[in-house]
């Protein structure tokens, strides 16, 4: 079944870190991606921008209205994202502890599914 990780990570974080500190963060991540692919794991992965260049979109009473980011309330962002297989939660999690964003941020484990089922 699908699970999704999300990287949820302070904003900021990336500005603080030292071009080499950004590379080897993100060079990490890409190894880690590499070895779930390896194990037949890996559905889609995607590192996201920052959240000042992010837009939320709601639509009130049928009228659409845009919020340019960054998001005022949000201490954090989300900064990328793992869609694997995994056979249930308890493997999802193990393959999540393995994360190397676990050291600088919060991986976030959500099964995929319809919205109504709980």
Known sequence: MPY???IVEPRGQRAARSPEEAH???DAMVAY???LKAE???L???SLRP????VRISSPEGKI???DGPFAEAKEMVG????IEAANRDEAVTIASRCPAARFATVEVRECGPCHDR
């Open 51 to 54: 959240d000042e260049l992010a």
């Open 4 to 6: 999704l990780m999300l």
């Open 33 to 35: 991606g590499a070895g």
């Open 65 to 67: 209205q845009l919020r």
């Open 44 to 46: 889609a992965v995607e």
């Open 24 to 26: 080897a963060a993100y």
């Open 80 to 83: 990328g994202f793992f869609l």
């Open 40 to 42: 037949g794991r890996l």
